[in-house]
């Protein structure tokens, strides 16, 4: 058996059906492993950047370990945008990347790079394999590691190390099992059912948590708190939950940033939500993570629990005294669902003739273009509830939040952590791959789409039956809210695109381009209809406006300001 016969057979033992990635020549035994092996189906990307989150994908919906490759020096180079997602999401990935021959190394030979040192920060294990006498342990530290830690294994091979024969009675990888999650210890649970014992609470719910959904519902329950979800933790919390008030951040609403400001008690429950400015001051903070390096890295904390959410909270709630008072809970959750209907207003089609609507259309929709918001709404209403939706970062992602509800068995991915663009349509192949009968939903900003664009045509190719919803507004939407709300004129955002419907069709997918509102809904149920890979280019309007949760006077007149100079400079002269 040949070293990069081990490698494949091993990961094809342990699950891995995919591997994705470029060829090359630094690859050329691995590839040729997987098609003589036949139990991995190669998946040929047209940018390594876009294997990399496709398999950031695939682990975070399978929790098996993902895999992708890339030849040496460039084409690993470009893997590493998506490892980075990977990291930053707690994937386990496992990165196999070509080197140059052997001999050559250290030589600056054409196209090398130090891989040890290049993937130095995005993984948890990074070596390169030298000899075949360092198989089975290095692959085996590779994957264990990938798991363990939640991240990154990069694991370099040389081109001539690959044909290499191992030595006879080579054993074969055995990969560790999983670690067994555990409560937090006794002295931690029995602080914080002190520390709950009055006051207000609210339930600031993320990632960690999804696994315990059960508990986080008693726990909402005996304490009547309302409870804020990270976006993350809306694809398992959202459904059938009367205690959720949605987001809180930029793409939050005020029910959710009240809830937080007024509370007593904050509980802070498998999250690591970034935003500094967004926590309240001066409330009794208690965190949950299993992770002992998330504890109070963004606000104060007044009690850590260390441990599992399940286990932990299986020890907790029993302990806990039900509450009668429910007033907080109440005002919380009144306060979301008149938010919720106000911001269902904007999907009627009549909107912008209504007195209101004829006010705010001469800011925000003068040219009376479709709104985002009702291709959200439409997506939602017509999608399956077992649908796997990912979104571009920016804008995509604030109509998704708002208005795509995650019931059913519905599933959400996308670059939350690190905040990448061009993330949504390779994690929406990484999704399809996984299972070509479930339905996979890209809410696509035309700016992260054109970004990776040659790669619809892997959808084409694998016979992936992605639906591509592209938020086709000529702008970098939320780098012009950014800058308005700043005080400061829309400058750089404008993209000059071209007709993206028929683009993809020229590559082979089934689209349709819409321009008119009223043809909306016709067009999404046809696209959903439709078999196959589609495109579906919504032209929407680029002025649209998503207020924050919290507006600041401050950004209202920068609004204001830039609106002004931006009217001024359009003049003709």
């Known amino acids: 058996m040949k070293v990069a016969e081990l490698i494949v057979g091993a990961l094809a033992e342990h699950g891995v059906r995919q591997v994705w990635g470029v060829v090359g020549d630094a690859l050329n035994s691995l590839t040729d492993a997987i098609r003589a092996d036949g139990r991995i189906e190669w998946i040929g990307v047209r940018h390594e950047e876009a294997a990399a989150f496709a398999v950031s994908a695939q682990a975070q919906l399978s929790g098996t370990v993902g895999v992708c490759m890339g030849t040496v020096g460039p084409g690993s180079i470009h893997l590493l945008n998506g490892l980075y997602d990977a990291k930053k999401s707690h994937a386990p990935v496992l990165a196999i990347c070509g080197q140059v021959p052997s001999g050559e190394i250290g030589t600056d030979f054409f196209q090398e790079v130090d891989n040890d040192i290049l993937f130095a920060d995005v993984s948890v294990f990074a070596h390169t394999l030298m000899s075949p006498s360092q198989l089975p342990h290095l692959l085996e530290q590779a994957v264990n590691a990938a ?24 054993p074969l990888p055995s990969f560790a099992p999983r670690s067994v999650p555990a409560a937090a210890p006794e002295d931690q649970l029995s602080a914080a059912v002190q520390a709950l014992d009055t006051g207000d609470v609210t ?17 909402a329950d005996i304490l009547g708190a309302p409870m804020v979800l990270t976006l993350k933790a809306k694809e398992g919390l959202e459904r059938d939950n009367p205690f959720q008030v949605g987001q809180s951040g930029l793409i939050g609403n005020p029910a959710a940033a009240k809830a937080m400001d007024s509370c007593d008690v904050l509980v802070v429950l498998g999250s690591d939500f970034p935003y500094r400015d967004w926590y309240p001051s001066g409330k009794t903070v208690i ?28 020890a907790l709630v029993p302990r806990l005294t039900r509450r009668e008072e429910r007033s907080h809970l109440e005002r919380a959750t009144k306060a979301f669902r008149e938010w919720h ?87 929406a192949l990484g999704a399809q791959a996984l299972d070509r009968d479930r339905t996979v939903v890209s809410f696509s900003g035309d700016g992260g789409l054109m970004m990776l664009l040659g790669d619809l045509r892997t959808a084409v190719s694998y016979r992936l039956p992605v639906k591509i919803i592209v938020f086709d507004n000529g702008r970098l939407g939320m780098v012009k809210l950014e800058q308005e709300q ?27 381009r819409v321009t008119e509102p009223d043809r909306l809904d016709e067009a999404v149920d046809w696209a959903f209809a439709t078999a196959g890979p ?30 002004s100079r931006e009217s001024l400079e359009s003049r003709p002269g």
């Open 147 to 170: 798991y363990a830690l939640r991240g990154v294994a990069v694991l370099t091979l040389p081109g001539d190390v690959g044909e290499l024969d191992l030595p006879r009675h080579t």
């Open 203 to 219: 339930l600031l719910v993320g990632h960690g948590a999804l696994g315990a959904r059960e508990q986080v519902l008693a726990l």
């Open 287 to 314: 965190q949950l993570d299993a992770r002992g390096e998330h504890i109070g890295r963004r606000t104060p904390v007044s009690h850590a629990l260390v441990g599992d959410a399940t286990a932990t909270l299986c």
């Open 341 to 427: 209907e106000r911001q269902q207003s904007l999907l009627n089609p009549d909107h912008d003739d209504t007195l209101v609507g004829k006010v705010r259309a001469v800011f925000d929709n003068p040219s009376e273009g479709i709104r985002p918001e009702a291709v959200a709404a439409a997506v939602d209403r017509i999608a399956p509830d077992s649908t796997i939706f990912t979104a571009d970062t920016g804008m995509s992602t604030a109509w998704l939040a708002r208005y795509v509800a995650m019931r059913g068995t519905r599933r959400l991915v996308g670059s939350f952590n690190l905040g990448s663009m061009a993330d949504a349509l390779p994690m």
């Open 486 to 512: 700043g005080g400061l004129p829309e400058f750089g955002t404008e993209l000059d695109n071209p007709d993206l419907s028929a683009v993809a069709t020229a590559m082979g997918l089934t689209s349709r």
């Open 534 to 563: 589609v495109l579906l280019d919504v032209v929407t309007n680029p002025d649209e406006v998503a207020v924050p949760p919290k507006p600041t006077l401050a950004q209202g007149w920068g609004f204001a300001i830039a609106k």
